[in-house]
T-cell receptor, first 114, second 113 residues
Framework: AQSVTQLDSQVPVFEEAPVELRCNYSSSVSVYLFWYVQYPNQGLQLLLKYLSGSTLVKGINGFEAEFNKSQTSFHLRKPSVHISDTAEYFCAVSDRGGYQKVTFGTGTKLQVIP | DGGITQSPKYLFRKEGQNVTLSCEQNLNHDAMYWYRQDPGQGLRLIYYSQIVNDFQKGDIAEGYSVSREKKESFPLTVTSAQKNPTAFYLC????????????FGPGTRLLVL
């Protein structure tokens, strides 16, 4: 079974500053990793995903994440945030092979301060 | 436009009442999912279905029931056995075998009167 840990429940950051949202996972097998974004009172939208290949993954809205197998991490980064990035961000993991359910983290609320 | 619709946006339940949440998709996806979202707990899987007339329990299925009579529809019933139903409910769909990329509906917020 896999699990995901998002240690930061809230991250305040000033507009145009860089941000990193942390995600660590555990699994006994190879995994797929994802980041989803949720704007208030809306569903989730896929931001980016790591399936295989390059460990640096670029997503929508200028976000990117780096898969680090040795540290079992998949941190999300953006070099310069905008007010419109204020949302909740969920890291998720799925074991490879066959049907494997997706396990979501508890979420990190990004608050961009003008 | 393809997508997932959920209705209603807000739903109120009285004690002892069953309520049904609607989820419809026109993405031609075989797999559909129901999640429950509570503050600080992320998303928890209630039920999922990979094909019509078949569905599986997720992590927190107690007090819930589903049906999958049509590919496009996956309604969720919150029964009176669910003692703490207040939450935000999200429906999602995906291509079978590609469950890592799920498309989510806008959600239904269920409140108990």
């Amino acid at each position: 079974a896999q699990s995901v840990t998002q240690l930061d429940s809230q991250v305040p950051v000033f507009e145009e500053a860089p941000v990193e949202l942390r995600c660590n996972y555990s699994s006994s097998v190879s995994v797929y990793l994802f980041w989803y974004v949720q704007y208030p009172n809306q569903g989730l939208q896929l931001l980016l995903k790591y399936l295989s290949g390059s460990t640096l993954v670029k997503g929508i809205n200028g976000f990117e994440a780096e898969f680090n197998k040795s540290q079992t991490s998949f941190h999300l980064r953006k070099p310069s945030v905008h007010i419109s990035d204020t949302a909740e961000y969920f890291c998720a993991v799925s074991d490879r092979g066959g049907y494997q359910k997706v396990t979501f983290g508890t979420g990190t609320k990004l608050q961009v301060i003008p | 436009d393809g997508g997932i619709t959920q209705s209603p946006k807000y739903l109120f339940r009285k004690e002892g009442q069953n309520v049904t949440l609607s989820c419809e998709q026109n993405l031609n996806h075989d797999a559909m999912y129901w999640y429950r979202q509570d503050p600080g707990q992320g998303l928890r899987l209630i039920y999922y279905s990979q094909i019509v007339n078949d569905f599986q329990k997720g992590d927190i299925a107690e007090g819930y029931s589903v049906s999958r009579e049509k590919k496009e529809s996956f309604p969720l019933t919150v029964t009176s056995a669910q003692k703490n139903p207040t939450a935000f409910y999200l429906c999602a769909s995906s291509i079978v075998g590609y469950q890592e990329t799920q498309y989510f509906g806008p959600g239904t917020r269920l409140l108990v009167l």
